[in-house]
């Protein structure tokens, strides 16, 4: 994941926004404020990967659900030299598994109040793991699954559980440093670690089912 923006990210952040519906990115653009610069926009997915590709921006903010692919195959393609944060109305468990298996850093709702909207986009841009505190409950509940398919064995450890919770409550990641003594980066650092598992695991099952359904 990339976590050197530009240079000039002291003062804003290089957004490439994408969205299917013209009139939802206007609003969005609007929300982000003088923080955020938006350098280009796009309506599907091929777009959005052309854009990214020329202009190299701090992060991207996509819909899931957009023409040639969605969000999905933008995180493929760009997932791994760009901060990309999905923004969608969907609540579904598996597109957010899927979203993260893919290679997005991060996931929230569009309901999400601008204010927030823009803290989670700041620190997205830095390339902190952010997604609503509700959708926390449900990658802790793929969590509970797998640690149940697995025999009981948990690929978590007992702090990372515990930081999944508190993100699950709603608390930043400054109160749950200051809950259990250490500091916002570590707890950045576990949410991270979090992901790391939970996309690797997912990438495991689809290479599992590949292979048990004869696809190549």
Same mark, same amino acid.
């Not at 901060?83 to 598994?97: F, G, H, K, Q, Y």
């Given at each position: 994941?990339?976590?050197?923006?530009?240079?000039?990210?002291?003062?804003?952040?290089?957004?490439?926004?994408?969205?299917?519906?013209?009139?939802?990115?206007?609003?969005?653009?609007?929300?982000?404020?003088?923080?955020?610069?938006?350098?280009?926009?796009?309506?599907?997915?091929?777009?959005?990967?052309?854009?990214?590709?020329?202009?190299?921006?701090?992060?991207?903010?996509?819909?899931?659900?957009?023409?040639?692919?969605?969000?999905?195959?933008?995180? #493929? &393609?760009? +997932?791994?030299?760009?901060? /990309?944060?999905?923004? @969608? *109305?969907?609540?579904?468990? !598996?597109?957010? =598994?899927?979203?993260?298996?893919?290679?997005?850093?991060?996931?929230?709702?569009?309901?999400?109040?601008?204010?927030?909207?823009?803290?989670?986009?700041?620190?997205?841009?830095?390339?902190?793991?952010?997604?609503?505190?509700?959708?926390?409950?449900?990658?802790?509940?793929?969590?509970?699954?797998?640690?149940?398919?697995?025999?009981?064995?948990?690929?978590?450890?007992?702090?990372?559980?515990?930081?999944?919770?508190?993100?699950?409550?709603?608390?930043?990641? #400054? &109160?749950? +440093?200051?809950?259990?003594? /250490?500091?916002?980066? @570590? *707890?950045?650092?576990?949410? !991270?670690?979090? =992901?790391?598992?939970?996309?690797?695991?997912?990438?495991?099952?689809?290479?599992?089912?590949?292979?048990?359904?004869?696809?190549?």
């Amino acid at each position: 994941m990339s976590n050197t923006p530009s240079s000039n990210f002291a003062s804003h952040v290089r957004v490439v926004l994408a969205d299917d519906h013209p009139i939802w990115r206007s609003g969005v653009r609007a929300d982000l404020g003088e923080n955020f610069h938006v350098v280009a926009e796009a309506g599907d997915a091929k777009e959005a990967i052309a854009a990214i590709k020329k202009h190299e921006p701090d992060l991207v903010v996509c819909d899931l659900h957009m023409p040639h692919g969605g969000g999905i195959k933008v995180a #493929k &393609e760009c +997932g791994d030299t760009t901060n /990309i944060v999905m923004l @969608t *109305v969907s609540e579904a468990e !598996r597109d957010l =598994l899927d979203a993260v298996a893919a290679g997005a850093n991060g996931y929230l709702v569009k309901s999400t109040p601008p204010e927030e909207l823009r803290d989670a986009l700041w620190r997205a841009a830095k390339g902190e793991p952010v997604f609503s505190p509700a959708l926390a409950g449900l990658v802790l509940g793929e969590f509970r699954r797998m640690t149940k398919d697995a025999g009981g064995t948990t690929p978590l450890s007992d702090r990372e559980r515990e930081v999944l919770q508190y993100v699950a409550r709603g608390h930043t990641y #400054k &109160e749950i +440093g200051e809950e259990l003594y /250490i500091s916002p980066k @570590t *707890v950045e650092n576990h949410v !991270r670690n979090i =992901l790391g598992k939970l996309h690797l695991n997912r990438k495991q099952e689809l290479v599992r089912y590949a292979l048990e359904h004869g696809i190549e």
